[in-house]
């Protein structure tokens, strides 16, 4: 290259300012590029990403409804929500769930069975609901975290609405708890409803009511800031708290009954038969529903369910016994109603019932006999001779025919979850069950409430009201509502029911009456009738030892007044046949003679 | 020149005939124009950052303190004669590339990054000294005949751009990085470098940016592969480019209104008051805010555009268009960087960002823009 270039001004100047123009150019294209996309942005996008902006700053935060209370007859509290003040622990937000439940027992006492506690629901619940770990907690103690909180992210201090059942057991089976909504009960709920609940009805009512007593979930609209935290709130649309529940149940009555059970197991539904409203609804031994709000522990949960005495097992709804003698005067009115035979007719009881072509001989329970026995004579005295009589000449459709009007072996569709249907049998049935062919020895059994038939308490006791009101029964129910006609147990001839029941007073009144124990000294007029229950299975129960296991149920079924009727009601005594009338005679007198003492 | 007289606007009191004497700012070397639309966009820069800073006066009391220790710099620079520049470039070049060395050896290290030197008040990075060594340096070469640049040339001048171009993204500060290799590929440009030249490196560009995609760092891989798709990672690098079409999307026409950006109040927009305070003009002020930014840019142009094409040597002329194309630059890939047009990489907005350092260089070039309008000796034209 040459050494000597010269310079060129003019033509460096015109290169060079070329090219600064083709730079100007360039730029103000780009200049318009930018303009054109942010016109894309800012016009043509924009509700687009109002939108996205909106999400960024606004969350929607539910507002747990409060959950209804449950009062009594009498407006007595049997079910409210306590504050409480709660440790929780949300996983989704905790680096290492364990680590920080060890290093707050550091700080805060934890049991054992808390921590078995929190890590089972752990197991059970998702990630990112929080889950207590110490439920109550004391002033002192949240003063403590509140100093330490910077040192645990995803645990705080939560306020929270505790069931609380201040009549403890005495209504656990009725009213039922409520525990921590898992997984399963996830599947089956309205999730949005359910977004900042923690609990759930689990059995009893407060299942049953679920939905009335939940409430409708409110929703707070906060703005938020990019670290999570609540700027200000923009709207609120308050929760709808649950209705309130009020009972037929007069708590009063339950403890009474509880009280006459004494050690003894078994149930007691007391009725009224103007209206279906269920009194009392008693199942003995019991349990603390509040152990189960707060999460039962393994080590009470096992005691109770490994309870031989089953105290979970709710007796007066699930317990199916047979009904024995009490189901005398329901196919007695029978056979009188529909004219089979007349008041009048009798036969002579030698102590024991002979089949035709049979060798078989079926007993009366006084083995001695009960001579000339009509049907009056028939209830006071129970003579199952009688009933082995009629039966045949009623046969089992006969039989079935009645006890179906009167309800029994019939889920009777009470305000109460897993009603069990209970049984009457029939030929059909036994085909279906067995595979074999009904027999007249059947038959007679079925007369006399043994054998194949099991009804639960609930159902005699609706039986029992409707035979009192002559053949008119009411649904029966555990919320206050209008009182329904469900059952009609009508008859030729409804002199039956005064026959019949003129019978069942003479149970008592009757110086031969088997009602003996009930006492005769009532100053109201009182119809009724016992039974025995026999105790088949247990007997074929290797494993029961005690010879208190092996013995008979006693059951009660009465009404009182009986010009009147305002309490029905049948006591289940389990392996005893004294209880039963005494708690029946208990729970009459605290009901009618109260209730006349305060008019 | 038939162009020039397009800019005769911003012109008013330098277009004279015959020998007139110099006003009073042009004896101290101050270009009336150019402060007033800088000082402007420093103001609708205040207006910015305060709602940006969460209403915070401190921080615009402390970025009105850069701005006047950078004004002085530019007074400072204004007062030095294009000459003397011309004599000096190659040392300041040497020194610069040298410093840039030594930061990789032993400087401070800053999120990630090795960009500062010295201590203290003093701490400074070398990379910006390069920001006007680079185009001192090929104004000063370019200048020399034969202008346009013969190949040997040109390829000399390539690698005077790409020695401390790879330095620089190697701290890592791949931003100032691509803004030194583009200023300098365009003063090559502006020197009439030929078309076939700019192809050609153009191709072979193209051809090593899987090569390019080996060197880089992971995070700028990262931040790459996120241009291509924000959505990949919505919450983590993703995010910065999401959230800040987010802000520019709901401002709308009007904006939010100032102070009322709830992208930026609420923190959802990450480095709202440095690299990503366009979005937050964007939220608040509207399209019609950008549109006034944007217009106060490109009126600070039109006057170096203006100093460019009336300055009186080839060296003047080479080193005014190419430091206005780096403010250009710098401004382009800000804003195509907060619209999601080009990836993210960080290039302050100039004047308008919170910070120093860079905001010393860039009022410094000013002052050499100044300095080559103001020592303009007048001509009858």
């Known amino acids: ?599 | 020149m038939k162009w020039a007289t397009l800019f005769k606007f911003f012109a008013t009191h330098d277009v004279r005939r015959g020998f007139a004497k110099k006003t009073f700012w042009e004896r101290i070397h101050i270009d009336m124009p150019l402060l007033l639309c800088l000082l402007a966009l420093a103001f609708f820069g205040f207006i910015i950052l305060y709602s940006a800073g969460n209403e915070n006066f401190a921080l615009v009391e402390q970025q009105a303190l850069h701005i006047a220790v950078a004004v002085c710099v530019m007074g400072i620079f204004a007062q030095i004669s294009p000459h003397t520049y011309e004599r000096w470039a190659v040392g300041i070049y040497i020194t610069g590339t040298i410093l840039l060395l030594s930061v990789l050896v032993m400087g401070h290290v800053n999120k990630g990054a090795q960009r500062w030197l010295g201590a203290g008040a003093f701490r400074f990075q070398p990379s910006e000294i390069l920001k006007l060594a680079i185009p001192l340096m090929l104004s000063y070469i370019l200048s020399r005949p034969p202008l346009p640049p013969s190949l040997k040339k040109s390829f000399l001048c390539l690698l005077i751009i790409g020695i401390p171009a790879i330095l620089t993204a190697k701290e890592p500060d791949l931003g100032t990085a691509i803004v030194l290799g583009v200023t300098g590929f365009f003063v090559l440009f502006l020197a009439g470098l030929s078309w076939r030249f700019i192809s050609v490196t153009c191709l072979v560009c193209a051809s090593l940016l899987p090569l390019l995609w080996y060197g880089m760092h992971d995070y700028q891989r990262l931040r790459v592969l996120t241009f291509l798709n924000p959505e990949r990672d919505p919450l983590g690098s993703g995010y910065h480019i999401i959230q800040s079409k987010i802000a520019l999307g709901s401002g709308g026409f009007l904006g939010m209104g100032w102070l009322q950006g709830s992208q930026s109040h609420l923190h959802f927009l990450p480095e709202h008051t440095t690299d990503f305070i366009f979005a937050v003009c964007g939220e608040e002020l509207g399209f019609i805010g950008v549109f006034i930014l944007i217009a106060v840019y490109l009126a600070i142009l039109s006057r170096c555009a203006y100093i460019t094409l009336y300055a009186q040597d080839s060296f003047s002329r080479l080193l005014a268009g190419s430091l206005s194309l780096m403010f250009f630059v710098s401004l382009f890939i800000n804003m195509g960087m907060v619209t999601g047009v080009l990836p993210v990489v960080g290039v302050p907005l100039p004047l308008v960002s919170y910070g120093g350092t860079s905001l010393v260089t860039l009022l410094a070039s000013f002052g050499i823009l100044m300095s080559i309008q103001t020592h303009r000796r007048l001509v009858p034209s």
Request: proline share 6%.
């Open chain 1, 1 to 599: 290259m040459s050494r000597f270039v010269f310079k060129n001004p003019h033509q460096e100047k015109r290169i060079i300012n070329q090219r600064v123009i083709i730079a100007i150019g360039f730029i103000l294209l780009l200049v318009l590029f930018l303009l054109t996309r942010l016109a894309y942005l800012q016009l043509f996008k924009h509700s687009y990403y109002t939108n996205l902006s909106k999400q960024n700053r606004i969350e929607t935060v539910p507002i747990t409804p409060v959950r209804g209370l449950i009062y009594d007859r009498n407006g007595l509290l049997l079910a409210r929500n306590v504050p409480v003040f709660s440790l929780d622990i949300t996983p989704s937000e905790t680096v290492d769930v364990k680590q920080t439940v060890e290093a707050l027992s550091a700080l805060l006492p934890i049991s054992d069975d808390q921590r078995k506690l929190f890590y089972k629901t752990l197991r059970q619940q998702r990630r990112f609901q929080s889950i207590p770990l110490i439920l109550k907690l004391t002033d002192e103690q949240i003063a403590v975290f509140s100093v330490n909180r910077y040192q645990f992210p995803g645990v705080e201090v939560k306020a929270r609405m505790l069931r609380d059942y201040p009549q403890g057991d005495e209504l656990a089976h009725v009213i039922g708890y409520v525990g921590r909504i898992n997984a399963a009960d996830f599947a089956k709920l309205d999730e949005a409803n359910y977004s900042s609940s923690d609990y759930i009805g689990k059995t009893g009512l407060e299942a049953y009511y679920e939905n009335e007593l939940h409430g409708q979930v409110g929703f707070k609209q906060i703005e938020i800031d990019a670290s999570g935290n609540i700027v200000r709130t923009l709207k609120v649309t308050p929760p709808i708290p649950g209705k309130t529940l009020h009972l037929t149940i007069d708590e009063h009555l339950q403890e009474v009954a509880i009280q006459a059970f004494g050690k003894f197991h078994g149930a007691m539904v007391a009725i009224d038969p103007n209206n279906g409203d269920v009194l009392a609804m008693v199942s003995v031994p019991s349990f603390d529903p509040n152990l189960f709000v707060q999460g039962i522990t393994q080590t009470d949960y096992d005691f109770l369910r490994n309870n031989p005495a089953r105290p979970m097992y709710h007796r007066a709804l699930n317990g199916l016994y047979p009904p024995g003698s009490t189901i005398k005067p329901f196919v007695g009115v029978g056979a009188l109603g529909n004219e089979i035979v007349t008041p009048q007719e009798r036969i002579l009881d030698p102590g024991y019932f002979k089949l035709k072509n049979s060798t078989h001989v079926f007993h009366d329970w006084n083995h001695t006999g009960h001579g000339w026995v009509d049907m009056h004579r028939a209830i006071v005295v129970s003579c199952d001779t009688y009933f082995y009589w009629l039966s045949l000449k009623m046969g089992i459709k006969g039989i079935d025919q009645v006890l179906d009007a009167f309800g029994l072996g019939h889920a009777t569709g009470i305000d109460l979850l897993n009603e069990p249907e209970g049984l009457i049998p029939s030929p059909a049935w036994k085909e279906k069950r067995w595979g074999q062919s009904w027999y007249p020895g059947d038959t007679l059994n079925t007369s006399i409430g043994q054998g194949y038939m099991q009804v639960s308490p609930l159902q005699l006791a609706v039986a029992t009201a409707t035979l009192s009101m002559h053949g008119q029964g009411y649904q029966p129910h555990l919320v206050q509502s209008d009182a329904t006609l469900r059952y009609q147990a009508d008859f030729t001839q409804m002199s039956a029911y005064d026959d019949i029941i003129t019978a069942m007073q003479d149970v008592i009144r009757s110086p031969e009456g088997r009602g003996f124990r009930f006492g005769r000294n009532a100053p109201y007029s009182v119809a009724a009738k016992t039974g025995t229950a026999q105790v088949y299975s247990i007997k074929d129960d290797a494993t029961a030892s005690s010879l208190e296991a092996l013995r008979d149920h006693g059951l009660f079924i009465a009404f009182a007044p009986v010009e009147n009727p305002k309490i029905a009601v049948v006591v289940v005594a389990e392996h005893t046949g004294e209880t039963a009338p005494v708690v029946a005679r208990k729970v009459m007198d605290a009901y009618l003679l109260r209730k006349e003492l305060s008019s």
